[in-house]
């Protein structure tokens, strides 16, 4: 285990407490808790972020994810264990972590439209971009 290189939280705490409030938005919306927590988890597990793997593996267990689903996560398109929501929400968040090489193309956005309002969709966008920088802080630092 590596050592924490700087307290990111307690050097930049403006900036922290900005990304704080915007994960309290996020969490207040209508995707639910479970569905921010599956997707945030992916994010992790494609960043390769220990500390947010156990966190968000955690809370999905601690709400009630079945173990099944839990270990499915990571071959979520073979697995039958996701509801066709929780694909296309998992489908996006991955096209935007890869956004460097997919460019979040409409084949991948079309699908969110089925099964999200435009409100949600824009949540889910703010999920994911928020998780990508806490997985680049922790990483980055140490976490």
């Not at 929501?85 to 699908?111: G, I, K, M, N």
Request: hydrophobic residues 40%; charged residues 20%.
């Amino acid at each position: 285990m590596s050592t924490l290189r700087l307290s990111y939280w307690t050097l930049s705490p403006e900036a922290y407490q900005g990304f704080i409030a915007t994960k309290k938005a996020v969490e207040k919306c209508s995707l639910g808790k479970q569905l921010i927590d599956l997707v945030w988890l992916r994010m992790s597990q494609i960043n390769g972020c220990a500390f947010c793997l156990e966190m968000h593996t955690k809370a999905l267990r601690e709400g009630g994810m079945p173990d099944a689903q839990l270990d499915g996560v990571a071959g979520w398109r073979v697995s039958s264990h996701f509801t066709p929501r929780e694909c296309a929400a998992l489908a996006w968040t991955e096209s935007l972590t890869h956004v460097d090489q997919t460019h979040a193309p409409d084949e991948e956005f079309e699908p969110l439209k089925i099964h999200f309002s435009d409100v949600e969709i824009s949540d889910l966008c703010f999920a994911i971009a928020l998780m990508s920088g806490f997985n680049r802080l922790a990483i980055g630092m140490r976490q």
